[in-house]
């Protein structure tokens, strides 16, 4: 016993007992001033280009009736059960890891989120495992979890959780909880449809899909993208082998509210309940994040692991004795974000810089700042190295497709390489005025997933100019934030990219609003101007729910199969009932090419498709033939037995040049047919 408490006292983070308040350079009645004129300045504008109409809102009701949510949730039961016991098999790999690194707080629910991260670390390169070595069947993943549910059992009965939420049930934080309980009801509801995303369907899913086909982890050359970091399509295989695309969409969605529960929990930890709660509702509530839950994408999984990532260090810089076990989980959590997204990379370069400069400040030897760097740096490596393998195995380039002009590029020419890079830019060549106006356009033009932030952050911007003496515990907050935004804007202005940024601004701007020494009415005046920033995004988070004509399906009144037959927003172009003939009458050992068509997730046969950045494989076959001879030799090569031609599609997409085959190349394919 008295061991266990030296252990506790020696690694305990300091936590404290309250948030500092902020002083104002100027008067608060200037304060007031100022944001009445520049609150009226950005929200005139906001309105002006998005007007808010209750005959938007009356439409969509239908997703807040708790008769179609507890349809819905009928429907998908065994989805849902499914997932949250992927959840829990994770939280018991996790508790056990933390047990074994000894990684000791006296937080129950820190510990508690802390373990869902490292768990699902675990299920990721247990998947990589069972992929590298041809283990990707159903019957695997379900003895595997089977087995892993009594590592739960044995954690569970070991350990205790104890969560005490001791929230002040102010106006303002019951507002709050309700906009956050909506959002995340809404956000659930619409995760349990069929996937539309785009992106999902030629490689967040569809990747994972050809690897499911092939029981393993192969080449797949027609799509670069499956050279990318891969960490969040492994644990879409454990979605899609066990139950399908809302099993993995689920999985994205509770990434989403892992990360809002990191946000509240650290805010709990380090300041208090009430702007946790603040910094919560308006990342939660921002369309572009609700956007993001209804899909199988990437952001929400990379905004969780960087979340916990600077914990991790946050808890280093507070830790009497500085435990060395904090820097090894912040970077195992780092590695695990680079191998979600290649913008991973850039909170890792953030950490390593804040830690260099803490370590330096504080007078410490050049050999231990060193030592410190290592161990972050060769942990977060050893978690990429993976896939960094792969990639180098398949193209020669760990990084593939960039560095190019140090180890090459397959699949893709200069010119799609320069679409590709002009798409994820967003923007032209640099101009220093485009950089100042940065978060206003941010707020005026976005209105899609990629972009819909609202105006909360626009709006109390000016709070960071005007306290003085900010303590440092918030300071590191600012500082990271800071080098993700200038890592992100010198390469790009697609916000959606800038998700894990936007979480933690989220937090700096609810820490300046709750924690100040303002005078309490207009304190309670811009609160309550954050509520009403916060029900605007609300309001739109809702609205853009009609996008695509979700309820029948959702309550389990319209089939998948009539959902997926029909073209709607974000789905052009359906093609479903081709490939349900295909998945239904092919022999299991077909081979399918796709022309015109890219969106090759929904086919129960190997297919090649690529994607609008790839040189399509057809093309690639026929630049090396003489005549029609020699595409048939390469078709019963490469063992392709039928043909899926979509003409509409290919003509939609042909502003990507996708198919730039010259006049001898249409021939040899026009006497093919003959």
């Known amino acids: 016993m008295k061991k266990k408490k030296k252990l506790a006292k020696k690694y305990t983070t300091e936590i404290p007992k309250k948030a500092i308040e902020l002083k104002s350079f100027i008067p608060s009645l200037a304060v007031l001033i100022l944001f009445g004129v520049w609150g009226w300045f950005v929200v005139s504008n906001y309105f002006e280009n998005f007007p808010m109409t209750w005959k938007r809102f009356e439409n969509v009701l239908f997703l807040m009736n708790p008769i179609v949510f507890i349809a819905a949730v009928s429907h998908q039961f065994i989805n849902i059960i499914t997932a949250l016991w992927i959840i829990a098999v994770s939280l018991g790999i996790g508790l056990f890891f933390i047990k074994y690194l000894k990684v000791v707080t006296d937080q129950s629910d820190e510990r508690f989120i802390f373990s869902i991260g490292i768990g699902f670390i675990f299920l990721t390169y247990l998947t990589f495992g069972f992929g590298v070595v041809g283990l990707l069947y159903k019957s695997v993943f379900y003895a595997s979890l089977t087995a892993l549910t009594f590592v739960l059992f044995f954690q569970l009965k070991e350990g205790k959780f104890s969560f005490k939420p001791d929230i002040n049930w102010s106006v303002s934080n019951i507002i709050l909880l309700l906009a956050i309980a909506i959002v995340t009801f809404i956000n659930l509801a619409m995760s349990l449809s069929p996937e539309l995303f785009y992106d999902a369907l030629v490689y967040h899913l569809a990747i994972p899909q050809y690897y499911i086909l092939h029981h393993k982890i192969v080449n797949m050359p027609q799509v670069f993208f499956s050279h990318f970091p891969i960490n969040m399509s492994m644990l879409y295989v454990v979605g899609l082998i066990l139950n399908g695309d809302v099993l993995a969409k689920l999985l994205h969605f509770f990434m989403g509210v892992f990360s809002i529960v990191s946000i509240y929990l650290f805010s709990k930890k380090y300041f208090n309940i009430k702007t946790g709660i603040m910094a919560v509702a308006i990342f939660y509530t921002m369309p572009m994040v609700a956007m993001c839950s209804w899909s199988t994408g990437t952001e929400l999984a990379l905004t969780f692991y960087q979340i916990l990532a600077f914990w991790s260090i946050y808890n280093y810089f507070h830790n009497d004795n500085r435990s060395n076990k904090w820097l090894i989980l912040s970077g195992v959590f780092s590695g695990m974000a680079c191998g979600i997204k290649y913008t991973g990379v850039f909170s890792l370069t953030a950490i390593i810089t804040l830690l260099i400069v803490k370590l330096y400040v504080e007078k410490a030897a050049i050999k231990d700042i060193a030592k410190k760097v290592i161990i972050v740096g060769f942990v977060s490596t050893l978690l990429i190295a993976p896939m960094l393998i792969k990639n180098y195995v398949y193209t020669k380039n760990p990084v593939h497709p960039y560095l190019s002009g140090v180890f090459g590029r397959v699949g893709m020419s200069d010119d799609k390489m320069t679409i590709l890079m002009g798409e994820t830019k967003k923007r032209g060549d640099f101009k220093i005025i485009e950089y100042l106006k940065l978060p206003w356009d941010q707020a005026m033009k976005g209105n899609s997933s990629e972009s819909f932030s609202g105006f909360v952050f626009l709006l109390f911007l000016p709070l960071l100019l005007i306290f003085r003496k900010v303590p440092s515990k918030i300071k590191y907050l600012i500082s990271y934030f800071a080098l993700l935004y200038l890592m992100w804007s010198g390469i790009s202005y697609f916000l959606r990219y800038f998700m894990p940024g936007l979480a933690f601004l989220s937090l700096i701007i609810a820490y300046f609003l709750i924690n100040n020494s303002l005078n309490k009415y207009i304190k309670s005046i811009l609160i309550a101007l954050a509520v009403i920033a916060v029900g605007v995004n609300l309001y739109w988070s809702v609205v853009l729910t009609n996008m695509q004509d979700k309820a029948a399906v959702i309550a389990g009144k319209e089939t998948r199969d009539e959902y997926l037959s029909k073209a709607q927003a974000g789905w052009p172009s359906p093609y479903y009932k081709t490939v349900k003939y295909i998945n ?91």
């Open 584 to 674: 239904d009458n092919l022999p299991a050992d077909s081979k399918v090419l796709f022309i015109g068509e890219n969106r090759g997730f929904h086919s129960e046969r190997v297919f090649v498709a690529g994607s609008v950045h790839d040189d399509a494989m057809i093309l690639r076959w026929i630049k090396d033939c003489e005549n029609e001879d020699d595409l048939y030799t390469i078709f019963v090569k490469e063992k392709i037995t039928h043909m899926l031609v979509s003409l509409r599609e290919g003509i939609r997409v042909q502003s990507y040049n996708v198919y730039n085959w010259d006049a001898g190349e249409i021939k040899i394919f026009d006497r093919f047919w003959k």
